[in-house]
């Protein structure tokens, strides 16, 4: 793979997953991400890329307890009680439409609809955890 010169500074969430290949599936289907790169790793891991209009997140799986002990991540399936410390947030053209296409996927949706003054949000868990934050209201 050869990287990008971006020009300016754009910040990616980095995801741990037990199952990446799932988490792709899962993330095209519930919340309309595209796959734009998947390469294996050193080790039977695997990195992969996705984009949602315009914004990236990356995709991680880390083989062995030795990997994810050096590098100190892991799945919210990995982690006592399945806790998170961060969330991803998402601006979107259409709150509704997106919270319905990732219920119907089965997203576990954790907080409804809600008009919190900056915009209308919803919440929802992915397959392994992570919590997803949308939102889209001037």
């Known amino acids: 793979m050869r990287h990008r010169t971006m020009g300016k500074a754009e910040i990616?969430?980095?995801?741990?997953?037990?199952?990446?290949k799932a988490a792709l599936?899962?993330?095209?289907g519930a919340f309309g991400f595209t796959e734009t790169l998947r390469n294996e790793t050193p080790g039977g891991g695997l990195h992969a890329e996705m984009m949602l209009e315009g914004c990236?997140?990356?995709?991680?799986?880390i083989a062995s307890a030795e990997?994810?002990?050096?590098?100190?991540?892991?799945?919210?399936?990995d982690v006592a009680g399945?806790?998170?410390?961060q969330g991803v947030f998402v601006y979107?053209?259409?709150?509704?439409?997106?919270r319905?296409?990732?219920?119907?996927?089965?997203?576990?949706?954790t907080q409804d609809?809600?008009?919190?003054?900056?915009?209308?949000?919803?919440s929802a868990k992915d397959p392994e955890g992570h919590d997803w934050f949308s939102t889209r209201r001037p």
């Open 100 to 109: 319905d296409r990732a219920r119907a996927a089965g997203a576990r949706i």
């Open 56 to 61: 990236r997140i990356m995709l991680g799986q």
């Open 92 to 98: 979107l053209p259409d709150v509704e439409a997106h």
């Open 12 to 20: 990616i969430p980095y995801l741990i997953y037990r199952d990446v």
């Open 113 to 122: 609809l809600a008009d919190h003054g900056y915009g209308v949000t919803y």
């Open 82 to 85: 399945g806790t998170t410390t």
């Open 67 to 77: 990997g994810r002990k050096a590098f100190g991540m892991a799945s919210p399936l």
């Open 25 to 28: 599936d899962w993330l095209t």
